[in-house]
């Protein structure tokens, strides 16, 4: 296991499946303590730590959580041999976890200190690094004391990840500041914590077409107070009644409609990126917004990386590829995010229009979120098609009613766009019931219909299962499906 040196603030992120297992094992109405071991994986930013829960291990009360002679209770040896050997094989985080009464405020005791410091020396030396560590739990409120090689720190909070994000911390957050009068009407919709919370986020944008860039704007409006767009393409005349706050002089229109080719090419060359059209609009709409926009393809895993540290991801390019890694940030560093997209099938000899349908899919970090694999929507032949340059593509004979541009309209984009970042409101500013189901949603626009998909699970899936293959919540301990 490679040497860690963690950053501050350390944080600990939980599916709400999980989350409810481990709670309801610690405070089954008996008022007493309870023990449980979780493992985690890690990613390391410049602006923190994240440790990233994959397993609860629940201690069965008597046998493997057992009174104490230096304490209330304890693990015992052979249940912290077990585990702490599972998370060194698998490569991941061994963290032990116990409860103390109370409700919002929570802290170790004398004793649990002392417990620290006697054993997770040997802990680090077992796990080949750990970190290794202790969370104490309230019913709402954590605390947790950290572990590595380099050092110790305290945890800063915890993130459940669920049709509502929340987070738990050692106390309550004092009060927050009253939010900027020009989000008078939101503030009153979820009050001066809401907004802050959307202040704070870190919001990923994956394609800055034209469901991309109604995204951008939404978000933008709402006080999202950092972006990630990423996009490699250029604006087109095609593009411009559809890619928000596009102007004629982005898409180079004064050249591109000369009627020679090689100004029509200069004219092309010289448009402005999507991702800078997306900038623009979103400082025009909030001018302290922290905003990255990158030129580049989100399979090249330097790019990709830009987004293991977001709190949600849009998907707003639909390519198998792009499915491919979105996927695989969700479920290997517990982001939530959606995929968006709209489909306007036309029958190549009549021209006749087919069903028009939208979708919104959301996809969260656990089994039966949404997985894109499980729904067999990232098709492994259309994988090794884009794998392919144009050349051979053409030479195997690829080249098929895919390539050829379809229709598109800005409504219809925005139907599905519109549920995904009302849905992504919901969720953060906590509006939406805790067992509220966020299953795949398709509109079929003629029809004026909505339908919801069930999910689908695939035990041994490689990105949402508990398969010892699957990367699920290994952060930096496991490889993303990048070029």
């Known amino acids: ?29 008996d008022g007493d303590e309870h023990g449980a071991v979780l493992s985690a994986g890690i990613v390391e930013t410049s602006k923190g730590t994240r440790l990233l829960v994959r397993d609860v291990f629940l201690a069965k009360d008597g046998v493997d959580y057992v009174p104490s002679t230096r304490g209330y209770r304890a693990l015992t040896a052979q249940f912290v041999a077990d585990k702490s050997h ?45 970190p290794v560590g202790a969370l104490v739990f309230a019913k709402n409120a954590v605390a947790g004391d950290i572990w590595t090689s380099e050092g110790r720190y305290p945890l800063n909070n915890m993130v459940i990840i669920g049709s509502q994000i929340r ?23 979820f009050g001066d914590v809401g ?40 604006v087109e005349i095609t593009n411009r009644p559809r890619i928000v706050g596009s102007t004629r002089w982005d898409a180079m229109e004064w050249l591109v409609r000369q009627p020679f080719p090689w100004v029509q090419r200069l004219g ?39 987004l293991i540290d977001a709190d949600f991801i849009f998907l707003a390019a639909d390519t198998a590829q792009s499915r491919l890694v979105f ?27 087919g069903d028009i349908f939208s ?48 229709p598109s309209v800005i409504t219809l984009n925005v139907m599905a766009t519109g549920q995904a970042v009302n849905d992504f409101l919901m969720m953060f500013i906590g509006l939406f019931e805790p067992d509220q189901l966020l ?28 398969h010892e293959r699957s990367n699920r919540a290994k952060g930096d301990r496991g490889s993303l499906p990048c070029l």
């Open 268 to 306: 092309k060359k010289l448009a402005k990126h999507k991702v800078y059209v997306a900038q623009r609009v979103a400082k025009r709409a909030n001018g302290s917004i922290r905003y990255d926009a990158i030129v580049g393809s989100i399979v090249d895993e330097s790019v990709a990386k830009k």
């Open 327 to 353: 996927n695989a940030l969700v479920y290997q560093y517990l982001i939530p995010g959606v995929q968006v997209g709209v489909k306007v099938p036309v029958d190549q000899k009549t021209g006749a229009i």
């Open 359 to 406: 979708a919104t899919r959301h996809v969260h970090p656990f089994a039966g979120g949404g997985c894109l694999n499980c729904h067999e929507l990232i098709s492994p032949s259309r994988l090794q098609e884009e794998a392919l340059s144009l050349e051979e593509r053409k030479e195997q004979q690829y080249i098929n009613h895919e390539d050829i541009p379809q």
């Open 167 to 189: 987070s738990l911390y050692p106390s309550p957050k004092p009060r927050p500041r009253t939010a900027d009068p020009k989000y008078d009407r939101h503030a009153r919709m």
């Open 195 to 234: 907004q802050e919370v959307l202040s704070n986020l870190k919001v990923g944008i994956i394609g800055l077409g034209g469901a991309g860039s109604l995204i951008n704007e939404w978000l933008s409006q709402l006080g999202v107070g950092h972006i990630v767009a990423i996009d490699f393409d250029r």
């Open 1 to 29: 296991m490679a040497q860690v040196t963690m950053k501050y603030p350390v944080s600990l992120r939980i599916t709400q499946p999980l989350y409810n297992q481990l709670y309801q094992h610690l405070f089954p109405g």
């Open 439 to 466: 299953y795949h949603q398709m509109n079929k626009v003629r029809q004026r219909q909505s339908d919801l998909v069930e999910p689908m699970i695939q035990a041994d899936c490689l990105h949402c299962s508990s």
């Open 86 to 130: 599972y998370c060194a094989t698998q490569n991941l985080c061994y963290l032990a976890v116990h409860c103390h009464g109370g409700q919002d405020q929570v802290a170790f005791s004398v004793d649990d200190l002392a417990s620290h410091e006697r054993g997770y020396p040997a802990l680090l030396d077992i796990t080949k690094g750990g």
